[in-house]
């Protein structure tokens, strides 16, 4: 059967200046269809066997198991969640390794003209760190992808240790999300009868103490008003953090998270779905459905990472899929924006752009290789928008 996604609300970027300071409900309401992106077709692959639209290049910057570029650090393996951090005129780059036990993250530092000159660990010893999401105050959260697992806040510029935050919950971690204007930090959780999470910590920017919450709504809405009741045992020991709550809104493998302009946008693998919570009316609807049948194949499948751009296009990863990245712009556009070959059997992970908005990071987690030992980071410069 063929199908295409339906677009019910709009995206905001990764500001909200870009639209003035007006929430999604009111930039945009329109329908979105697959069509031509803005930035055009995809080329034929390049000699890193990736497809980008015309005036893109990239670049390999980290290999699992070999040593970043003018380092001594050998690169983690199965790179997954990830973000950047401006370091004075340059910038640094944060990758989760999703391995049991030894997990953690490692850290890659880039100089203003984008040259690497520096590796290192920021988190070890962990276990299956997926993803996770930075903080205004400039630290980065490693989430455990397992039963019980724990968020860590870590240093990305490798000068103070991390530690655990267990007043953010004991449970499946995959992504979370800094909302500076709510004063919350939201959370995925990756199971099929997974939630959606948040954090108010008792003072902003001081994440050992405060309060967990759950969503709470309807199953069978897909839109609408929802509100959000305490999780009464944050260590979810014996019952599980998503159990606690009597009417907690379930969600089908929560995946990646990222918050713009007064609104968190969440995927869900299990339904193909991209979420649009809107913070302050407390609504959540749905920004991409692939299952809505219109006409044509969806350019977006496996839907996982997320992130955005300050002129407000959404860049969604694909877990599978044609291994891509996928945008959706504020018009209701749905289009594929890179594409990498040669990688069955893997999943595009940690897309993150650098402070100025000129290069984008991402992972092929298990490479050429389908396996965890086969990890391959890559830069994308050009003309974005």
Not at 67 to 78: C, D, K
Not at 256 to 275: E, I, L, Q, S
Not at 330 to 347: I, K, N, Q, T
Request: with cysteine; aromatic share 10%.
């Amino acid at each position: 059967m063929k199908r295409r996604q339906f677009l019910r609300v709009a995206v905001v970027g990764a500001s909200a200046a870009a639209f003035g300071g007006a929430s999604w409900r009111e930039a945009f309401a329109a329908a979105a269809q697959p069509g031509p992106s803005p930035y055009g077709d995809l080329l034929a692959a390049d000699g890193n066997n990736v497809m980008l639209p015309a005036g893109f290049t990239s670049r390999v910057v980290a290999r699992t198991g070999i040593p970043v570029s003018g380092t001594s650090h050998l690169w983690h393996p199965a790179p997954d969640g990830g973000a950047c951090f401006a370091d004075g005129a340059g910038w640094i780059y944060v990758s989760n390794s999703e391995v049991p036990l030894v997990g953690g993250c490692s850290a890659i530092r880039f100089d203003a003209a984008g040259q690497i000159t520096g590796a290192y660990r920021t988190l070890s010893n962990t276990n299956v760190n997926c993803a996770g999401g930075a903080t205004p105050w400039n630290t980065w959260l490693s989430c455990e992808e397992v039963e019980w697992g724990r968020v860590y806040e870590t240093d990305p510029f490798g000068v103070r240790g991390a530690s655990s935050r267990s007043a953010m919950g004991r449970f499946k971690h995959e992504a979370c999300a800094a909302d500076p204007d709510h004063g919350f930090v939201y959370m995925t959780e990756d199971v099929g009868n997974g939630c959606f999470y948040r954090f108010r910590p008792t003072v902003w920017g001081d994440l050992s103490g405060g309060t967990l919450e759950v969503m709470v709504g309807a199953n069978d809405a897909t839109s609408g008003p929802v509100t959000w009741r305490r999780v009464p045992d944050p260590d979810g020991f014996p019952i599980v953090t998503r159990n606690q709550v009597s009417g907690a809104k379930r969600f089908d493998g929560g995946e990646g998270c990222y918050y713009a302009g007064g609104t968190c946008w969440f995927t869900t693998k299990g339904d193909n779905r991209v979420w649009a919570y809107d913070a302050t009316a407390s609504t959540i609807d749905l920004a991409y459905d692939d299952s809505l049948v219109v006409s044509g194949p969806p350019p977006l499948t496996g839907v996982d990472n997320v992130t955005g751009a300050a002129s407000g296009d959404l860049f969604v990863a694909e877990d599978g899929g044609d291994m891509e990245i996928c945008i959706i712009t504020p018009d209701g556009v749905v289009a594929p924006f890179l594409r990498v070959l040669g990688h069955g059997g893997s999943e595009i992970t940690g897309p993150a752009f650098s402070p100025d908005g000129s290069r984008l990071y991402f992972s092929s987690q298990r490479g050429t290789v389908n396996n965890v030992l086969g990890g391959i980071t890559f830069e994308v410069r050009g003309p974005f928008r």
